[in-house]
């Protein structure tokens, strides 16, 4: 490789890297505790998968329009927005709001036992988790702390993909996992960047890149909404969105949506007006039934007048990459052991973060022009830099 | 005497051996992280393994470190 491509590469990482690191710094922080926010809610008694006994509420337990039924009791005057199921326990949670399209900030999220047809009461909201999560996910800002987040995780893949085209000469005279100790502590800081930085180079890929496409979740989904959604329920477009009183039962819609994908399990239901349905619809949502497709959510539009089934179609392509790249990025998918690799991970980025930046803060001009040279030659153990 | 060229100035390897251990690395890592996704039981146990190279090198090149 040229002297010149080095520095373009060598300038492409640091400003990359400048740019996202004190996000980046902000994300692995508050990701440590979300890897483990099942095991934190069930010490301070807040998880309820598995506390209750019983058969999933997504394979059965009382009718669903019972379960309707006992949620809007509790919430006068609102109308039905989501139900979702649950794979292990009988939890049933609903989600109700002041209008068919109400905003997430209106919404109001219930918890029932399917199995003893019990309302357990809200959700536990406004915790410690719930400020690290939304820390994480948008900085309080919403949609544009979101996209804002995706941005400096699209650097945060730039700066990995640049510190591997300079790994690569820098170590041609060095063996794998050198560490040296005996020259200055700006060796010993940067072979330590190094290090980590390449053997942890798979996971940060994944993990960043499938935060970026998460970044991006809600437009995908109004795009899904506004494209195949759209097309899917052409008939009805004309037609004035479906008032909350000429709701049909839910559990006849929910027999119509199993007959039509036969063998799967339901993970929640939009109601007509939401983000995840039509005007007219219950948008029945399915996971795939095998363990790798099981993230992949297939919906089932169901006349929500007649319960009557419209069309069912598997989400486009973008759409399927944005459920997979949920586990990947969360790595809730194999267990303890799993959450442990993931938090070890997370502090190996966060060392290769932090001595970034004090690389970049003992920088001087001359240095720069000699840590190009070291790229371009390769470093040694004899070259004290 | 050379001196010129510090005597312990190994010769500059090649890039792609230089990249095969990371290429590995990476390789496995992505490996174990869909393997994962394929079910539990045998796959979470590879899928831990494949994940855990990475760790276990690291903490051998600190211990090893000097």
Same mark, same amino acid.
């Given at each position: 490789?040229?002297?010149?491509?080095?520095?373009?590469?060598?300038?492409?990482?640091?400003? @990359?890297?400048?740019?996202?690191?004190?996000?980046? =710094?902000?994300?692995?922080?508050?990701? /440590?505790?979300?890897?483990?926010?099942?095991?934190? #809610?069930?010490?301070? $008694?807040?998880?309820?998968?598995?506390?209750?006994?019983?058969?999933?509420?997504?394979?059965?337990?009382?009718?669903?329009?019972?379960?309707?039924?006992?949620? =809007?009791?509790?919430?006068?005057?609102?109308?039905? /927005?989501?139900?979702?199921?649950?794979?292990? @326990?009988?939890?049933?949670?609903?989600?109700?709001?002041?209008? *068919?399209?109400?905003?997430?900030?209106?919404?109001?999220?219930?918890?029932?036992?399917?199995?003893?047809?019990?309302? =357990?009461?809200?959700?536990?909201?406004?915790?410690?988790?719930?400020?690290?999560?939304?820390?994480?996910?948008?900085?309080?800002?919403?949609?544009?702390?979101?996209?804002?987040?995706?941005?400096?995780?699209?650097?945060?893949?730039?700066?990995?993909?640049?510190?591997?085209? =300079?790994?690569?000469?820098?170590?041609?005279?060095?063996?794998?996992?050198?560490?040296?100790?005996?020259?200055?502590?700006?060796?010993?800081?940067?072979?330590?960047?190094?290090?980590?930085?390449?053997?942890?180079?798979?996971?940060?890929?994944?993990?960043?890149?499938?935060?970026?496409?998460?970044?991006?979740?809600?437009?995908?989904?109004?795009?899904?909404?506004?494209?195949?959604?759209?097309?899917?329920?052409?008939?009805?477009?004309?037609?004035? *969105?479906?008032?909350?009183?000429?709701?049909?039962?839910?559990?006849?819609?929910?027999?119509?949506?199993?007959?039509? /994908? *036969?063998?799967?399990?339901?993970?929640?239901?939009?109601?007509?007006?939401?983000?995840?349905?039509? $005007?007219?619809?219950?948008?029945?949502?399915?996971?795939? #039934?095998?363990?790798?497709?099981?993230?992949?959510?297939?919906?089932?539009?169901? #006349?929500?007048?007649?319960?009557?089934?419209?069309?069912?179609?598997?989400?486009?392509?973008?759409?399927?990459?944005?459920?997979?790249?949920?586990?990947?990025?969360?790595?809730?998918?194999?267990?303890?052991?799993?959450? /442990?690799?993931?938090?070890?991970?997370?502090?190996?980025?966060?060392?290769?973060?932090?001595?970034?930046?004090?690389?970049?803060?003992?920088?001087?001009?001359?240095?720069?022009?000699?840590?190009?040279?070291?790229?371009?030659?390769?470093?040694?153990? $004899?070259?004290?830099? | 005497?050379?001196?010129?060229?510090?005597?312990?100035?190994?010769?500059?390897?090649?890039?792609?051996?230089?990249?095969? !251990?990371?290429?590995?690395?990476?390789?496995?890592?992505?490996?174990?992280?869909?393997?994962?996704?394929?079910?539990?039981?045998?796959?979470?146990?590879?899928?831990?393994?494949?994940?855990? !190279?990475?760790?276990?090198?690291?903490? !051998?090149?600190?211990?090893?470190?000097?």
């Amino acid at each position: 490789m040229k002297r010149s491509t080095i520095k373009a590469w060598f300038v492409v990482h640091k400003w @990359s890297s400048l740019v996202s690191t004190l996000f980046l =710094l902000m994300l692995c922080v508050t990701g /440590l505790p979300l890897i483990f926010h099942d095991e934190i #809610d069930a010490i301070v $008694g807040e998880d309820y998968e598995v506390m209750l006994d019983g058969e999933p509420s997504a394979e059965g337990g009382r009718p669903l329009d019972r379960m309707l039924d006992l949620a =809007l009791a509790e919430r006068p005057g609102e109308v039905p /927005l989501f139900m979702a199921f649950s794979q292990q @326990s009988p939890l049933l949670t609903v989600t109700t709001g002041p209008t *068919p399209d109400a905003d997430g900030s209106e919404m109001t999220l219930l918890f029932l036992d399917r199995t003893t047809g019990e309302v =357990l009461g809200p959700a536990p909201s406004g915790g410690f988790m719930e400020f690290v999560l939304q820390l994480h996910t948008d900085m309080f800002l919403g949609l544009p702390g979101m996209l804002f987040l995706g941005v400096m995780g699209g650097l945060f893949v730039i700066a990995l993909v640049s510190g591997v085209v =300079l790994y690569a000469p820098f170590m041609r005279r060095l063996p794998f996992g050198t560490l040296r100790t005996s020259r200055s502590t700006r060796v010993k800081t940067l072979d330590q960047h190094n290090l980590l930085g390449i053997v942890a180079l798979g996971w940060t890929l994944v993990v960043g890149s499938t935060g970026v496409i998460n970044a991006f979740a809600d437009p995908l989904v109004d795009n899904w909404r506004g494209g195949e959604l759209a097309e899917m329920t052409a008939q009805y477009a004309g037609e004035d *969105p479906l008032d909350p009183a000429g709701y049909g039962s839910l559990d006849a819609a929910m027999a119509a949506a199993q007959s039509a /994908l *036969p063998g799967r399990s339901p993970q929640f239901i939009g109601f007509p007006g939401g983000d995840w349905s039509s $005007g007219h619809h219950y948008a029945v949502f399915f996971q795939g #039934d095998r363990p790798l497709t099981q993230h992949l959510l297939t919906p089932a539009l169901i #006349d929500a007048r007649t319960a009557e089934l419209t069309d069912a179609r598997a989400m486009p392509p973008i759409n399927q990459a944005l459920m997979m790249s949920k586990p990947l990025h969360f790595g809730d998918y194999g267990g303890l052991p799993l959450k /442990l690799i993931w938090a070890a991970l997370t502090l190996a980025t966060i060392w290769v973060l932090w001595t970034g930046i004090v690389l970049w803060m003992r920088r001087s001009p001359a240095r720069i022009e000699r840590r190009i040279d070291e790229i371009a030659s390769g470093a040694a153990r $004899g070259v004290a830099a | 005497m050379r001196s010129s060229r510090p005597a312990s100035r190994p010769a500059r390897a090649s890039i792609a051996r230089v990249m095969a !251990i990371p290429t590995l690395l990476v390789l496995g890592s992505i490996s174990g992280l869909v393997l994962g996704l394929t079910g539990d039981g045998l796959p979470d146990l590879l899928a831990w393994g494949l994940l855990s !190279i990475p760790i276990i090198l690291s903490m !051998i090149a600190f211990v090893r470190r000097g």
